[in-house]
């Protein structure tokens, strides 16, 4: 029986939400209101870290110190932990995670902790073939700037697969999303391209999508076989700063990327 895809949402002072994925034919058709923005000044601060399950001794004081003044926090493998929940809803308005599996008693997935309450929120999954544990993404969409509305992809790519259908099914969910969005487009997170037939699956995937990948001058981002596993992806939007963070809190160093937005023509500023 195929388990149930679905996000939790943590909120300070509610129940904890489960939120499947929309029914529609048009999944971006029907959005919920707006409420605060996700951009209140002139920047934004976006950091994406593969966690690793929040298996090192200093990973929260890491946490904290590095995600000052970041308005949308990308983890992958974010394990629900009392210690991991009590800062994402002590320090966000909202965190929304896909679980993929259990490691050993708490949900491990993609976590989107954000400044504002997503309009739409699309969480995905996709079971690795080899091992039979699954990897996830969320797609959650926020009211960023002048009307405009974000979209953003938090993914966790399969990793233990022998061809690229899987590898690609996962990416070509994630189009679906995308190409119902004619805004601006953040998509980021572990991408597992230790190969190179992974990585042209990506950059050609990208193309399609019109996404531009942001690029780190002091490049120290996590490798396996001398290739990146992790990347920021943008659309519709200006890069103002890019570095990654070297620590030993995981096994992947993260990524922190300076947004602003970019004036677009009033067509493409929301879905009608």
């Known amino acids: 029986m ?44 976006v950091m994406v870290w593969n966690i690793c399950k929040q298996q090192c001794a200093n990973w929260l004081s890491v946490l904290q110190g590095l995600s ?17 929940v009590r800062f994402a809803t002590s320090h966000y308005l909202a965190a929304d995670q896909v679980p993929a599996f259990l490691f050993p008693q708490h949900p491990s997935g993609v976590m989107t902790l954000s400044a ?36 953003v992809v938090n993914i966790h790519a399969v990793n233990f697969t022998l061809g690229l259908d899987v590898y690609s099914k996962q990416l070509d969910a994630i189009g679906t999303q995308i190409r119902h969005h004619s805004g601006a487009v953040i998509m980021a997170g572990d991408f597992n391209t230790w190969s190179r037939q992974r990585m042209l699956t990506l950059y050609r995937f990208a193309d399609k999508m019109g996404l531009v990948e942001v690029r780190f001058v002091n490049d120290q981002r996590t490798r396996a076989f001398r290739r990146p596993l992790d990347f920021v992806f943008y659309r519709n939007i200006s890069v103002r700063e890019a570095s990654v963070l070297a620590t030993k809190a995981s096994d992947h160093n993260p990524l922190m990327v300076e947004f602003e937005p970019t004036q677009i023509s009033s067509a493409n500023e929301r879905w009608r």
């Not at 990308?74 to 629900?80: F, K, M």
């Open 68 to 84: 000052k003044n970041v308005q949308l926090l990308l983890l992958q493998e974010a394990q629900t932990t009392p210690e991991l």
């Open 116 to 151: 504002a309450h997503s309009v739409y929120c699309c969480p995905l999954r996709e079971r690795e073939p080899l091992l039979r544990l699954a990897k996830s993404a969320l797609v959650t969409v926020y009211p960023f700037y002048n009307r405009q509305l974000l979209m």
């Open 2 to 45: 195929k388990k149930q895809t679905y996000a939790l949402r943590y909120v300070a002072g509610q129940p904890v939400k489960r939120i499947f994925p929309p029914l529609s034919s048009n999944p971006l058709g029907q959005l919920l209101p707006e409420g605060k923005l996700l951009l209140e000044s002139r920047f934004l601060r």
